[in-house]
């Protein structure tokens, strides 16, 4: 099918044509809304118009930024790689991604369960709202994603074919490439002006050297390291839950990279939204379940892995027979351990890059008080130089946590 | 143009088709001769019979390994990787590769020029015959074509573009992922049988879990660590000279992989060299200049490669300004002695895969007497050991050719 932008209306007869999603609407009357508020794409909410729990999410990539227009060129490809890291993300992991009811490369479009029940995390977060399923659903997430398409799973074919299907979503590679890892530590016009001027921590930034040294080891581990598909931009805005369920969504980041940056992302946003409470709530009951949510998922993550692992006879890197229990036993310790160290310096370059660079989040950049904010962002360059410095002399989980306490 | 397998006559009539090739040979009649005792491809040598010097050599790949016959099947996509590597390694380092006249990547064929007046690396060192430029040219050679492939030269969309060309040779890959890093240390029945069998020195290193254990570090890193791209199979057999000139030729293994790679292979296959005259010629003068020529390719790679970065000013990895020139100094002079060590790691896995592996080398298994045949192995063993246990500590080259010299 050739591809062709849909609206409010021809999103209707174009799901009309698709059986999955008549099956779901039976002969019910659709309507359609446009919902999206994000950045990229279209987004529509498509509902029977005689039983409104009956709704479908619509996703339609356009060949343009659609916040800005058509001035600012896009390739729709992104929604290839979204589509396809959705469907093999849903494979691995059906409970933690939403149902997918219709997917078309050809027209970048995406048809999928509505989460009407479900809040996005950061809000939830920010909110103080505690989720008790979460560490348990996330950390299975990651250790079955990362786990499942990784050379310690997979046969050396297999791997190869997965990096072919997501080599070439460079596009959005390269905007983590210049905004998670360069731009935001350095002049640049598309960082956040108003806040640069004049500002001593700016300044302080752009000139720590041996920081931004560091930064350009993790940036080009990010480039040079085809562990697993990774979700490529698992903050807490890429997460929707409520008590029971949680779901993963926004995969267009998606492509075979580090074993630790999907991790790192989480702990860059658990530990943003720590010092968002810090400063702002002072909430220090949820300052400990933020720290202890980090730990759990850390920590189950690392079990669940290993678990994993264990029972895994042959893959790519690892044939029967090849060495003994014990040491196999001692390998796969070793490798977590450095999976885990890695998580650290990328959370340290998610964390930074939130303060200056072009894309903040809600709970630093959004707090109104000018004095807070500023406070807000010393404490999360703090904790992000931390993580920077020391990512690779990290032994134990609680080290983690101790950085983020200690900094103040 | 559709594949057909040619022979000693159609690959005259094929050739008349070519017009580089015509050229070449302008009105004179042409004979062609099989030429090949490679395992894997058929080889001609099609020359005027009017003037002999005027001949160029033909490569075709069947699918099937030619040392054995059609019933093992190999795919022939082997030659579209070779195809695809000489033409970038020739457009990078011209005069250290083969001139190319034709190649088709449907017929599985290249046609390069005859190196009639070379010889293989492997077979003048053994004769203890010193080449000149050999440093000064491999060096070159390892410098301009990892450096122009990686990510410290291209931009990010040209790296993918080069990882998306060679990912999918897959077969070869997999070939050095076993027989390089796993079969030879372990009972396989692809492994030497006369050699393993009731041989102590075989129980010892397939019992050697700390060796294996580093192994496995190295072979995760072959398999995810898309640097460059490398030759893939650099061993002196892959190398044509004379005192004048040096080519490097059959890059089938090519793919973009880990920096250290190619490097490693070549000190390997030095150093097999050296244990070669330490048992079986006893040539001291000989053994110096084998050291010597490490020392050498290892520092001018160093000062070369260096060279090239630093008057790089953008790069997928590094924009201009974002670090200052002292930093941008230290970080190179650390990641250039990175992959020094890490072609030490790659050396010793080369150097102990050909003592019981499928493929061994002429300078030691080709030893006739038994005893001095097992002398020689144990001493390959030893320093692969040292090799792949020492190799991340490694502070200067000088190190490097301690552990060669020190083994006995």
Known sequence: ???????????????????????????????????????????????????????????????????????????????TYEIRALSKFKSIAPNLVPELYHVSEDMSIVVMQYLGKHIILRGGLTDAKKYPNLSEHISTYLAQTLFKTSSLYLDSTSKRKLIDEFNSN???????????????????????????????????????????????DLKYKFMTA?????????????????????YVIDPEFAFVG?????????????????VHHTIVTKDEDFKEYLLETIKEILELFESKFLQLWEVQKESALLID???????????????????IQESVGFAGCKMARRVFGVAGVAEIRGIEDKKMRRDAEALVLKIAREFVMKYDKIEA????????KSAR
Chains 1, 2 share one sequence.
């Open 258 to 274: 580090p074993f630790g940056f999907d991790i790192g992302a989480l702990v860059a946003n658990l530990a943003n939204n720590y």
């Open 1 to 79: 099918m050739e591809y062709k932008e849909l609206d409010v209306n021809s999103v209707i007869s174009y799901l009309k044509s698709v059986d999955e999603v008549m099956n779901y609407f039976g002969s019910d009357d659709l309507k359609a809304d446009e919902i999206g508020d994000g950045n990229l794409n279209y987004v529509y909410l498509v509902s029977s118009t005689t039983d409104s729990k009956k709704a479908l999410i619509v996703k339609q990539a356009v060949p343009y930024l659609r916040c800005v227009g058509e001035e600012f060129a896009l390739g729709r490809q992104r929604m």
């Open 170 to 216: 460079t596009e959005l590679c390269k905007l983590t490439e210049d905004f998670v890892f360069t731009f935001a530590y350095m002049e640049n016009e598309t960082n956040d002006a108003d806040n640069v001027k004049d500002n001593q921590l700016a300044k302080e930034l752009f000139a720590d050297m041996e920081f931004k040294e560091r930064v350009l």
């Open 397 to 404: 989980i609680d080290e983690i946590l101790e950085i983020i």
């Open 226 to 246: 085809p562990d697993a598909l990774i979700h490529g931009d698992l903050h807490t805005g890429s997460i929707m839950l409520n008590e029971e369920e949680t």
């Open 321 to 339: 027979g090849y060495i003994d229990d014990k040491t196999a036993h001692r390998y796969r310790k070793k490798f977590l351990k450095s999976i």
